[in-house]
């Protein structure tokens, strides 16, 4: 009888609350560069091989985010210049919106609309793509960060805390940095001026290549660590919403819900 409700909250929802095992991450010592570092733009130490490697959602080898992200990073002298013309690239070419979960990186870079699992998986692939290291960090976070950004009716059937959410970490100059892009400027301005993310209460969206961008923050509740791969975590999240429910009727709840987020965008951003 309830059966949209049920959809909506295993198809699209009860994914985020399955727990994952978390790859583990040891300290990385200050080397030579690596080998493979030479086809790259930028060089990296070879201990730091794992992650600029490609893998099948992380496609960083793909031509077209190959060339995207070389004519973006054309005349950047450093690392720390290219990372963050490729994160303003990320976070405001690529509107926030809902897609699948376990889509490659580069039909996120065509179709410019993604959340924090695709958009970050984007940014961490075209970081690797001129030879700067990149990352998956994962946290638990309240839903409360996205109220008023998703359809009402996915609102009410998100649980209290959604356990996957990934940023995109980078390594300059010694250290590794956070950068989220899951939020365009226009999302995080029209969130502002109604008053979803009080200023005072929330670090902004911008970077600087130097210290963390984690806009996040205030509503994290856990911390899961770092993945070199996000692939097998997209995959079993991407595979829980196709048992769930017929493929047409969870896209309607996706449509529905990225409708809202455009009108709410439109209407509010330009008011910042």
Not at 161 to 173: G, M, N
């Amino acid at each position: 009888m309830n059966r949209l409700p049920a959809l909506v909250r295993c198809g699209l929802i009860a994914a985020l609350m399955i727990s994952f095992s978390l790859i583990p991450y040891s300290s990385v010592g200050q080397t030579g560069p690596s080998p493979e570092a030479k086809t790259k733009k930028f060089s990296y130490p070879a201990e730091l091989q794992t992650y600029v490697n490609p893998t099948d959602l992380c496609d960083s080898e793909n031509p077209e985010i190959l060339q995207t992200a070389a004519q973006l990073t054309e005349n950047c002298k450093s690392p720390s210049e290219a990372a963050v013309k490729l994160f303003n690239f990320v976070r405001d070419e690529c509107l926030f919106g809902l897609s699948e979960a376990d889509e490659k990186a580069s039909v996120t870079l065509n179709s410019r609309i993604g959340w924090c699992i695709t958009k970050n998986n984007l940014m961490v692939a075209m970081l690797r793509s001129v030879g700067i290291p990149a990352r998956y960090h994962q946290v638990s976070v309240n839903k409360i960060s996205l109220k008023g950004i998703v359809s009402n009716m996915l609102y009410k059937m998100l649980p209290e805390v959604i356990t996957i959410h990934p940023w995109c970490e980078c390594y300059l100059d010694g250290k590794w940095l956070a950068c989220d892009v899951t939020f365009d400027k226009q999302t995080y301005q029209a969130a502002i001026v109604k008053g979803f993310f009080p200023q005072g209460n929330i670090s902004n969206i911008e970077w600087d290549g130097l210290t963390d961008s984690k806009w996040v923050s205030v509503f994290v509740l856990e911390d899961h660590g770092v993945h070199a791969s996000y692939d097998d975590i997209s995959r079993k999240v991407a595979d829980e919403n196709r048992k769930m429910g017929p493929k047409f009727m969870l896209r309607a709840i996706t449509n529905r819900s990225n409708k809202k987020t455009a009108k709410f965008r439109e209407r509010y951003a330009g008011n910042s």
